[in-house]
């Protein structure tokens, strides 16, 4: 069974459009994470939920909005994307946010290209 | 505020060789954990260790082994006798307790050639 699972792995869009990625784990962890990783492979933190509770915001667009309908699930939405959208996005789920040397198990990515 | 540096973007040896990748921390905190992160070409990523602030001790995993100086804010990786399939793009990350998420560095590509 796969612990952090997020769909689709692939994505490939035109600008303007507007689309989701979910993820999910298994792991019954409270908190959840989303990070972007551009081409050079810097990993950038976006958003992390608690409990469903948003705990940490990044300077991010406002285009991108997460929704946690419950503790198991993290999905973000995009709106009207942008070719400086395409990157890989990884989703990440820690037992909880302390203690803090609890370490991230991370989704397969999903690679996202807009055209 | 927290910073990981990875000096090293791509490194390239041949297969057999030891090779070491360098993180370099920076915290205000005083207690943290650091970790150590794997992406091979699939492109999941694989957790590989982590290590607190109060634990210098090295360890070694069969060919892995990592050094924590706290003197230098130093947290270096070494793969002894690298094979192929080490080939991979490498993080370290930083967590302290002020802070609910972790903070990678820029990644180290390592290319083990046959």
């Known amino acids: 069974d796969t612990a952090v699972s997020q769909t689709p792995k692939y994505l490939v869009t035109q600008m303007g459009n507007d689309k989701s990625i979910k993820c999910e784990q298994n792991l019954g962890h409270d908190t959840m994470y989303w990070y972007k990783q551009d081409s050079k492979k810097f990993l950038k933190i976006m958003f992390s939920y608690n409990n469903k509770e948003l705990i940490i915001n990044e300077t991010v667009p406002n285009r991108f909005s997460p929704k946690s309908p419950d503790k198991a699930h993290l999905n973000l939405h995009i709106n009207s994307l942008e070719l400086g959208d395409s990157a890989v996005y990884f989703c990440a789920s820690s037992l909880s946010t302390t203690p803090y040397n609890e370490k991230l198990f991370f989704g397969s990515g999903t690679q996202l290209s807009v055209l | 505020a927290q910073k990981v540096t990875q000096a090293q973007t791509e490194i390239s040896v041949v297969e057999k060789e030891d090779v070491t990748l360098d993180c370099v921390y920076e915290?205000?905190?005083?207690?943290?954990?650091l970790f150590w992160y794997k992406q091979p070409p699939s492109g999941e990523l694989v957790f590989l260790i982590r290590r607190n602030s109060f634990d210098e001790q090295n360890e070694i995993s069969g060919r892995y082994s990592w050094n924590f100086q706290k003197s230098t804010s130093s947290f270096n990786f070494t793969i002894t006798a690298s094979q192929v399939v080490d080939s991979a793009v490498y993080f370290c990350?930083?967590?302290?307790?002020?802070?609910?998420?972790?903070?990678f560095g820029a990644g180290t590509r390592l290319t083990v050639k046959p």
């Open positions: 915290t205000r905190d005083t207690t943290y954990y």
């Open positions: 990350a930083l967590r302290g307790v002020n802070n609910n998420d972790m903070r």
